[in-house]
């Protein structure tokens, strides 16, 4: 019978039939490492132990080989003042999170990125080409010159196991840099090779990825973002060769349509395309998740349950807070608390430096406002 609802539902996500997607982060499929782990069983259950040699000795080689790449980014990306947000060399994931340094093991294997931000959005263009360059440069450079002292090496020390493991390490960090220029997408991930020709020689998925780093400059550093911020949203959202799905396009359609149906399938994809974000991103989709089931769809039990999914409810701002509070005041037809809630708001909104932003918000917020008051019966007396 769920089965039959969830097909009726155009917003199967939204209505909390399906499952939030799981961050990439967080997910394990095993196509790695059940592999890995059935050649090791093998080997321990045949009793040829010296053979455990080949196979751990493959995962020590492909771990350096990540980690040289990933370190390549963050030192290029560093030589260039950006900032580090997060590295992942599988198992481990480091991450800088609100100020918070976070470290994770995760059974995955084979995989991993470096994530950097701007510092200012000055030369954009040029330090992102260095940062993403970074990776491939260090993979070839340092493959070669494993391969070159394992060769030395085993002029020198026929004995030695030692030569043989640097020139494995070399050939296959080489390989992985080489492979890592070719233009490809994996994951809903684009190559290093695919963003240095989108940075080089395709404009519209330049203009896609600077104005995507641009924002992340001006990330959480006030309650309003400069007046040029959603410009630069829009030129993120644009449909390119980089992205199959496109959160930003989808947000925008879910802001500028009044018709809550439509809205609901926008925020639906929204919802959908939720994995690659990081955790605070993820609770203000929550949040709005929440305030649209509440306040389009007068639906506060299901509300209460989507405000039960964010992860840290402290690290909300009062504005996003406030929020859901109006919107399951609201649902409960609370009308008089909800408006005092919003009065307050709007307090929060104008002790703000004035900016176009300020402005737009403040007229959005009056605008809830009346659209409250006439939600509000008439006392017939």
């Known amino acids: 019978m769920n089965t039959t609802i969830e097909q009726t539902s155009a917003t199967p996500i939204l209505d909390l039939l399906q499952p939030l997607p799981m961050p990439d982060t967080e997910r394990v499929n095993g196509r790695f490492a059940l592999p890995f782990l059935a050649v090791v069983a093998a080997i321990v259950l045949t009793g040829n132990l010296p053979s455990l040699s080949i196979p751990l000795g493959f995962l020590l080689i492909n771990f350096l080989t990540i980690g040289i790449h990933e370190f390549g980014h963050l030192i290029a990306?560093?030589?260039?003042?950006?900032?580090f947000k997060g590295v992942r060399i599988?198992?481990?994931?480091?991450?800088?999170?609100?100020?918070?340094?976070?470290?994770?093991?995760?059974?995955?294997?084979?995989?991993?990125?470096?994530?950097?931000?701007?510092?200012?959005?000055?030369?954009?263009?040029?330090?992102?080409?260095?940062?993403?360059?970074?990776?491939?440069?260090?993979?070839?450079?340092?493959?070669?010159?494993?391969?070159?002292?394992?060769?030395?090496?085993?002029?020198?020390?026929?004995?030695?196991p030692w030569p043989t493991f640097l020139e494995f390490l070399g050939v296959w960090s080489f390989v992985i840099g080489c492979l890592g220029l070719f233009p490809y997408r994996v994951r809903g991930y684009a190559s290093?090779?695919?963003?240095?020709?989108?940075?080089?020689?395709?404009?519209?998925?330049?203009?896609?990825l600077i104005a995507s780093y641009a924002l992340s400059a001006h990330k959480d550093k006030s309650?309003?973002?400069?007046?040029?911020?959603?410009?630069?949203?829009?030129?993120?959202?644009?449909?390119?060769?980089?992205?199959?799905?496109?959160?930003?396009?989808?947000?925008?359609?879910?802001?500028?349509t009044r018709e809550h149906e439509v809205a609901a399938q926008f925020l639906e994809r929204c919802l959908a395309d939720s994995a690659q974000m990081d955790d605070d991103q993820r609770d203000k989709l929550i949040v709005e998740a929440s305030v649209?089931?509440?306040?389009?769809?007068?639906?506060g039990v299901k509300a209460e349950a989507w405000l039960k999914r964010i992860q840290v409810p402290d690290r909300l701002h009062p504005l996003w807070q406030a929020r859901v509070k109006i919107a399951l005041l609201c649902a409960g037809k609370q009308f008089e608390k909800a408006n005092a809630e919003l009065n307050g708001a709007l307090s929060l909104i104008r002790e703000a430096p004035d900016s176009g932003q300020r402005q737009r918000f403040e007229a959005e917020w009056i605008a809830w406002g009346e659209q409250i008051r006439q939600r509000t019966p008439v006392e017939v007396t």
């Not at 309003?224 to 359609?253: C, I, M």
Request: proline residues 4%.
């Open 90 to 160: 599988d198992p481990f994931r480091i991450r800088v999170d609100s100020g918070k340094w976070k470290f994770k093991i995760r059974p995955k294997l084979f995989w991993g990125f470096a994530l950097m931000s701007l510092d200012r959005v000055r030369h954009v263009r040029r330090r992102l080409i260095i940062c993403i360059a970074g990776g491939p440069a260090a993979s070839i450079l340092c493959g070669a010159a494993a391969a070159f002292a394992g060769e030395v090496s085993l002029a020198r020390q026929y004995d030695s």
């Open 292 to 299: 649209f089931t509440a306040w389009r769809r007068h639906d």
């Open 192 to 208: 290093d090779g695919m963003l240095l020709r989108a940075l080089l020689f395709w404009k519209p998925e330049a203009t896609q």
């Open 77 to 83: 990306g560093w030589s260039v003042s950006l900032r």
């Open 223 to 256: 309650l309003f973002p400069p007046d040029y911020f959603r410009r630069w949203f829009r030129l993120a959202s644009v449909r390119t060769k980089l992205q199959d799905g496109n959160y930003s396009e989808n947000w925008l359609a879910y802001e500028g």
